[in-house]
């Protein structure tokens, strides 16, 4: 089973930056596309940025500009740096991965992979 476990929540004050990190562990074979999410109580996850193999980046509308999203495969992390925060970027973090795995026989397949989230509040 592969974990995902992030790290770097916190209470952060409004226009100052941000970092958060993800590393994957457990039977890793492959990571393919990762990303960042995020979500509040009464709205649903929302998109921050994903990242893939070929390190190909998008971002959510809200976070363009401001928010950069990294990986380094040789730790099986990915980083979210978070620039000019904003209390609407409030949210539970929850860090995502698509990894290749061992198949249910002898094969393999890919596999959608979430971790348990990092708070962040931004207060101004």
């Known amino acids: 089973q592969v974990q995902l476990v992030e790290s770097g929540g916190g209470l952060v004050q409004a226009g100052n930056s941000h970092r958060l990190s993800c590393t994957a562990s457990?039977?890793?074979?492959?990571?393919?596309?990762m990303g960042w999410y995020r979500q509040v109580p009464g709205k649903d996850r929302e998109l921050v940025a994903t990242i893939t193999e070929s390190r190909m980046s998008q971002y959510g509308d809200s976070v363009k500009g401001r928010f950069i999203i990294s990986r380094d495969d040789a730790n099986n992390s990915v980083y979210l740096q978070m620039n000019d925060l904003k209390p609407d970027d409030t949210g539970n973090y929850t860090c995502?991965?698509?990894?290749?795995?061992?198949?249910?026989?002898?094969?393999?397949?890919?596999?959608?992979?979430w971790g348990k989230g990092t708070l962040v509040t931004v207060s101004s």
């Open positions: 995502y991965a698509n990894a290749l795995g061992l198949g249910s026989g002898a094969g393999f397949r890919t596999v959608d992979h």
């Open positions: 457990g039977m890793v074979f492959r990571l393919n596309t």
